[in-house]
T-cell receptor, first 116, second 113 residues
Framework: GAVVSQHPSRVICKSGTSVKIECRSL??????MFWYRQFPKQSLMLMAT?????????EQGVEKDKFLINHASLTLSTLTVTSAHPEDSSFYIC????????????FGNGTRLTVT | GDSVTQMEGPVTLSEEAFLTINCTYT??????LFWYVQYPGEGLQLLLK?????DKGSNKGFEATYRKETTSFHLEKGSVQVSDSAVYFC????????????FGGGTRVLVKP
């Protein structure tokens, strides 16, 4: 079945540095991918919708310049957390939908980001 | 706007017990409804879905029926196993909203042997 690969699964970085998280659809094309953030013991918060070949659509309250999204191909979207701070520590999850009507969303396994 | 409300956890059960997780939604139009499961340290996996009123989704012994009259999509399983311990998320999706998923707060389920 369809698989979404997210890398890395865990990353620890120092304050002020940037971290890139990759989300790949392995056996299908995805014009649209979604990036979520999950706080401990809480639900998923949609951060942005990533659109291949165009700018991402950010949800209200999400800083575009801090969370850079690039969707350069039909199988790859990246989220870069720029100038990371400890409050950016979280679990980030991507999802992708096959380019056909009523297709389900497939989720990656998530990336645990810890900023020290 | 659209929203999903599900019962707060944690829900602690013994093996072979009956599980119910309540989920209600508020949405205009005709959303599709989903249950996702998240095992520790992992992303979300689709458990089951229903796309129209009175549809019943089922998978791995879990069931949920789309009840438009009560705007509910309660998840049930007749006999849980330790391996069912996870966090369960109810969600809705509308084409008019760009197919974005709106999640409930999640319910943690712990099944003890």
């Amino acid at each position: 079945g369809a698989v979404v690969s997210q890398h890395p699964s865990r990353v620890i970085c120092k304050s002020g540095t940037s971290v890139k998280i990759e989300c790949r659809s392995l056996d299908f094309q995805a014009t649209t991918m979604f990036w979520y953030r999950q706080f401990p013991k809480q639900s998923l918060m949609l951060m942005a919708t990533s659109n291949e070949g165009s700018k991402a659509t950010y949800e209200q309250g999400v800083e575009k310049d801090k969370f850079l999204i690039n969707h350069a191909s039909l199988t790859l979207s990246t989220l870069t957390v720029t100038s990371a701070h400890p409050e950016d520590s979280s679990f980030y999850i991507c999802s992708a939908r096959e380019d056909r009507a009523d297709s389900p969303l497939h989720f990656g396994n998530g990336t645990r980001l810890t900023v020290t | 706007g659209d929203s999903v409300t599900q019962m707060e956890g944690p829900v602690t059960l013994s093996e072979e017990a009956f599980l119910t997780i309540n989920c209600t939604y508020t949405a205009t139009g005709y959303p599709s409804l989903f249950w996702y499961v998240q095992y520790p340290g992992e992303g979300l996996q689709l458990l089951l879905k229903a796309t129209k009123a009175d549809d019943k989704g089922s998978n791995k012994g879990f069931e949920a029926t789309y009840r438009k009259e009560t705007t509910s999509f309660h998840l049930e399983k007749g006999s849980v196993q330790v391996s069912d311990s996870a966090v369960y998320f109810c969600a809705l999706r509308k084409r008019a909203a760009g197919n974005k998923l709106t999640f409930g707060g999640g319910t943690r389920v712990l099944v003890k042997p």
